[in-house]
């Protein structure tokens, strides 16, 4: 590839050019979305794109996130491909009926005769300092449901290339973008192809495997960065798909390294650490030489954003979780009374 | 001294203008039905309910620029709908409960809460603006149109218990499209609950107007449900006044539910963080800037002969004392210890919140040690 082909960009633009791109290849894709026309979104993700492709395929919708998703599906019958946006995580519960009983299921109820190609954006995540309902991360919710694939992105190339796919798949796909990322800036390459199925391998690492995905990558690289002043090497795993997990993957990995940490901001109960972990205790239970461990916000509502730093995996809290697995001095030393000392 | 009135305006069921009983002029005009809602008002009540509306927007800009200063994470500012906030607020019993949104800050005040408490929320350090139970008033509502249903609720609570008491629904004019605000103007309906539904159509949803919303009026909604509603000016703190006593009567004396659209215009952004230029002209702001609702009642007070510089000048006094203790309770706020994060998630101990909330303790002294 010649460097003339790449470009830098921050996340959410590099959104909008697969949104750009998208709506310019097929006549058939349209968007709507609270204040995404006019205004751009709130993060301004789609920036101009009402200007450039007409207010009658970039659609202000009227505020009801279950109206946004259930015409939506109404549209696929008259043959498009709707991209819908909610404007926040914490927003789009109203909707969920609609996603879970109807987006989800209808391919299933119609034997394959109808299809489903709506693609569902979501800005999730935190460490943005905002109110309540703002900083969310819903996706285990969504991975739960059979019928719904599940993809996020960690870096403006991810961005683009899973969007391009996510539009581009016949099934409905939930893109949850990190919206902290948003103005991160990085090279994309408009003619990389991804696929909505598998996780890459960022970094190898002969010690533990730490697997994560979204904005929690950045963490891990940093992590392992960290780790390796100290002699340990992390192998750092971008999931990119959550549901489906790329399980193939993450076992290989572990049978290198004997040791698995999995790191999301969504809380631990029922999550997707929980999931990834059982399948590698069904796949590759010989190869482990430790328990494996979560790092995940607790399981709490998100608290006031004064606490998230707390609350949400950091790099301590990942190292913590990276000596556990390896039997080094850690945080839990000081529950067992007196080694705190 | 009681009000004076002198012309006659179209009915507010007509839907065609809003209802008005003061003029952007500062003129008093003749209302059928709602006249008779503030024939009791004398001037001096007025004043105080201009001195409340000063006090109101006073809090309003000075937590608007605290948050521009960095000193609260985010503010949605209430300018130009001080009428329609302290109106409504204002014909209400203190056994009447409240369920709104985050922009409804006239309430609160007006009902004394804890202002230092309160502003942790928009400092980020707590979730629990007030007590509800101490204030009748349920947190306010980020998640748009959620509260419309808990205020029915409410209603229909009461009304099982015969303690009449009612409630009010705060909500804007994007609100009216969710599903829930439909849903409960059916239950209102249906159950006959003593719920008013106020809805502040103040002319955008963030960026969309309110013809992305509606095609025509938000308060002909309320006829397909059977709901009453009224059409005031929101800028008219008389109107707005009568016309919320009026649904609040209906409500007390078994006649239901009812809807009431007060028209007004969010002057302000949709919040600090929001770029209004990007979807309305400044022009527009401009022509609202005559109708503001704190100068008509002025220009009506002058004319009956009340003092209104001492009045400006004691409503002043006492807006800048609570501005004062507004800013140095923002700035005094610092987050309580991060522990309490694991507070209150149950009612009673929960085995996993409790073995998290002692993992969290650890990893907090592990790493107090390795700083040390
Ligand atoms: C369920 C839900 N969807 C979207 C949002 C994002 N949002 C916050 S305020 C707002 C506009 C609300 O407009 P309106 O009801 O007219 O009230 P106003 O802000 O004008 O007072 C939107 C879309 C939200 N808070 N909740």
Redesign the interface.
Known sequence: MSAAQTETMAMGKAINAALADSLEEDPSIILSG??IG???G?FRVTDGLQDRFGKDRVL????????IVGTAVGMTYAGLRPVVEIQFD??I??AFDQIVAQVAKLQYRTGGLHRMPITIRVPFGGHI??????SESPEAYFAHTAGLRVVTASSSQEAYSTLRAAIKSDDPVLFFEPKAKYWSKGEVDRTVVRDLETAAVLQSGRDVTLATYGPTVELAMGAAAAAADEGIEIEVIDLRSISPLDVDTVAASVRRTGRLVVAHESQ??CGIGSELITSICETAFTSLEAAPERVTG????Y?????EG??LPGV??LL?AVDRTLGRK??????RGGA?A | MSITTSTTEQLADEFDSPARLLTAEGVRVRHEILDEHVADLDLQQLADLYTDMVLVRRFDTEAFSLTRQGEL??WPPLLGQEAAQVGSARALEDRDWSFGS?REHALPILRGVDIDRWL????????TAWDPHEHNIGLNQ???GAQTLHAVGYAMGAQFKQDDSCSIAYFGD??T????VSEAMVFASTYNAPVVFFCQNNGY????PTS??AKHVLARRASGFDIPAYRVDGNDILAVLAATRLAMHRARTGHGPSFIEAVTYRMGPHTTTDDPS??RENDEVESWKERDPLLRVERFLESEGFNVEQLRADAKTNADALAKQLRAGAIAIQ?DP?E???DN?YSSPHA??ER?R??????????E?AAS
Do not use: C
């Open positions: 609270e204040d006019q205004l751009g709130v202000d919708s009227p505020l009801a996130e279950s109206a914490g927003f519960y109203p300092g905002s109110v309540e309902h703002h631990a109960e607790y399981d709490i509502p608290p006031p954003a004064a606490w707390e609350f301590d809290r913590d850690n945080s839990r030393d000081f529950m705190a | 994470a985010l985050y942790k929320v928009w400092k980020t350090t707590s979730n980020i998640i748009i994007g609100a499209t969710e599903g829930d949803a963030i960026s969309e992305v919303q990007r979807y987050p991060a309490q994060m694991f998630v996993r919140i998290q002692a993992e969290y303790k650890a990893f907090a002294a592990s790493y040690k």
